[in-house]
């Protein structure tokens, strides 16, 4: 199986953990999701000017592309990855924490840099709502690239003897 497709899936696996532990978070806690994403769709929006539209469906399109930005930082982390893990294979606790902070940080970083969060002002229970999911993302990621990756190695074909 190619890199990249390993890659994707692994990174759709991870993403959908991290999804389902954000959503139990949210249910247990009864907390509102973030609005983040959809306030970095915003800035984004404004920087190479286009118009989300109005009203409701600005909102709905906020939210959408919020989404599919979560989505994308899953796909990218996983694919950064597995080109790395191509040359070195790391164990599993050095993979977890890898695919982990790379999935943080390329959440965190840009909607830093657009002004959206400051993780510096975050409480400890903030930090844990952020850690928690990515360590999620690490752990499924990680589990599912190995798994593709062992199970397309090539099976050595025995060679029929002459006699």
């Keep these: 199986m190619h890199t990249l497709v390993r890659g994707l899936i692994a990174g759709a696996a991870g993403t959908s953990a991290l999804n389902a532990v954000t959503y139990l978070d949210m249910a ?39 989404s599919l930005l979560g989505y994308g930082t899953g796909a ?8 790395a893990a191509e040359r070195w294979r790391p164990s599993w606790p050095v993979g977890v924490l890898a695919l982990t902070a790379l999935a943080m940080v390329g959440s965190n970083a840009p909607l830093t840099l657009l002004g ?11 930090w844990i709502s952020d850690v928690v999911p990515h360590l999620a993302y690490g752990v499924t990621a990680y589990a599912a690239h190995r798994l593709l990756s ?14």
């Design 28 to 66: 247990i806690r009864a907390r509102p999701a973030s609005s983040t994403p959809q306030q970095a769709v915003d800035k984004m929006a404004d920087l190479v000017d286009v118009d989300l539209g109005e009203g409701e469906q600005a909102d709905s399109r906020r939210e959408a592309l919020g």
């Design 116 to 126: 959206t969060t400051d993780p510096r002002s975050w409480s400890a229970t903030d």
């Design 76 to 83: 990218g982390a996983a694919l950064c990855f597995g080109l």
């Design 150 to 163: 062992t199970s397309v190695t090539p099976s050595r074909r025995r060679r029929s003897r002459p006699w």
